[in-house]
Structure formats: structure tokens, C-alpha cells
């Protein structure tokens, strides 16, 4: 009986890892994502900074391409 036991609470503590390495693995992503967000903007601040003969500029040479 004992063994049964521990078995099942190994089975336990190994899904107990699993889902809390889960939990960090999604935590991780989610501020990944937020940080991509977060560039995105920044580049898109910077571009809309540029003046219009610059963007000019970066659009006939994107045309080229």
C-alpha cells in the first residue's frame, strides 16, 4: 500500500512541476509579447517623427525593393 502511495505522489509532484513550469513558460511569453508591443510602438513614434521628406526618402527606397 505504502508504495502505491508513493508513486501516486510522485505522479503528483511531477504535474505539480509540469504546470508550474507551464505557468512560467506563459508568464514569459506574455511579457515577451508586451515587450514586442512596446518596440513596436517605439518604432512607429519614431517614424512618425521623421519629416516628411524623410519618409519620403525610406518609402521610394522600400518601393524599389
Same mark, same amino acid.
Given at each position: =500500500?505504502? /508504495? +502505491?502511495? *508513493? !508513486?501516486?505522489?510522485? !505522479?503528483?509532484? =511531477? +504535474?505539480?512541476?509540469? /504546470?508550474?513550469?507551464?505557468? !512560467?513558460?506563459?508568464? *514569459?511569453?506574455?511579457?515577451?509579447? +508586451?515587450?514586442?508591443? !512596446?518596440?513596436? *510602438? ?9 519629416? /516628411? ?13
Amino acid at each position: =500500500m505504502e /508504495i +502505491k502511495i *508513493n !508513486i501516486v505522489k510522485s !505522479i503528483f509532484e =511531477m +504535474k505539480e512541476a509540469e /504546470i508550474e513550469k507551464t505557468k !512560467i513558460a506563459l508568464a *514569459n511569453k506574455a511579457q515577451r509579447d +508586451k515587450i514586442l508591443a !512596446i518596440i513596436e *510602438n517605439k518604432q512607429d513614434q519614431e517614424l512618425s517623427e521623421k519629416s /516628411i521628406e524623410e519618409l519620403r526618402k525610406i518609402y521610394d527606397e522600400l518601393a524599389q525593393d
